[in-house]
């Protein structure tokens, strides 16, 4: 009970809009400045959302593990099977066919699901370890999959996603990644070289420019199309739009030979176990049952 009542707390601090609300006997009234309709629709100015750090005293194992990445990503990329460029050709990877082949069934999924209320919260309050990049109501997701754990609950609720997803080889994590108008995503990196990231456009607003950088390439995204690429390179990304930008963001394995695929097996089977992930699994849990509590 404790978990889900930090998790209201958290909350109101995210974005207070119709959980708030709702809450409002427990939590009293929305922070000022938020006004009474759906997050998704919301635009969000950064001087509304209060920048979060990263939390100091992370476990031993992740701040080893950034020290020692760059050692194991070395190892990894001499390893690779598929180019080790910033952006990589899609045609490399036949599977994202499948996703352009439906990707007007999955907006459908997260415009039913990921964009009601307050479905898909805040990075920053489901994973501590972005918080230093991803400020409350600016960056959200809504989780299927997270290193290799099914999101049982959400996944039910985008079934044809879900089926989807689920083919792709090697998949590691999948959920829709939401940026609301204004948004900046300041230069970061990923966690492993042994994991690609493709991005499916599902929602991409005209009136503005909404982009990324990755290393010295500027790449954007178009609507049913996917871009993959290799998110160990310094990337940061822009939201210059009064729109909300929506993709399906999935992580996969790289292929590669060994001893690379050994040394990324046993390097994401420590993330696996971390706190980085586990405790980001309990998050979503606590805010699902949250979000079920409040709407009773």
């Not at 178009?222 to 999935?250: A, C, K, M, P, Q």
Request: proline share 6%.
């Amino acid at each position: 009970m404790g978990t889900i009542i930090q998790t209201r707390n958290e909350m109101r601090q995210d974005y207070g809009v119709r959980s708030a609300m709702m809450a409002g006997a427990i939590l009293g009234d929305p922070p000022r400045g938020f006004a009474d309709r759906p997050v998704a629709d919301t635009p969000i100015t950064g001087n509304r959302s209060p920048k979060m750090k990263a939390e100091p005293n992370r476990p031993l194992i992740i701040r080893l593990g950034k020290h020692l990445r760059g050692v194991f990503d070395s190892l990894i990329a001499s390893s690779s099977l598929v180019p080790n460029d910033p952006v990589l050709d899609v045609r490399t990877f036949p599977w994202t066919q499948l996703l352009r082949d439906h990707w007007q069934d999955i907006r459908a999924e997260a415009m039913q699901v990921a964009l009601q209320g307050d479905a898909s919260p805040s990075l920053a309050t489901i994973s501590p370890d972005h918080r230093s990049i991803a400020q409350l109501g600016m960056w959200r997701s809504f989780f299927l999959w997270g290193y290799g754990y099914r999101i049982d609950d959400n996944a039910a609720r985008c079934p044809v996603t879900s089926a989807l997803v689920k083919q792709i080889p090697g998949l590691n994590s999948a959920f829709f990644s939401i940026l609301a108008p204004g948004t900046h995503i300041p230069a970061h990196r990923g966690v492993s070289k042994g994991l690609i990231t493709c991005h499916l456009g599902l929602i991409v607003p005209r009136n503005g420019d909404v982009r990324m950088r990755v290393d010295r390439r500027v790449v954007r995204w178009s609507e049913g199309e996917t871009l993959v690429f290799d998110d160990t390179y310094d990337h940061e990304v822009w939201n210059e739009t009064d729109g909300t930008r929506v993709v399906l963001l999935i992580q996969f394995e790289r292929p590669l030979r060994n001893p690379g695929k050994w040394i990324a097996d046993m390097f994401l089977g420590i993330v696996r176990r971390s706190a980085f992930v586990q405790e980001a699994r309990d998050n979503i849990a606590a805010w699902n049952a949250a979000i079920k509590q409040m709407d009773f």
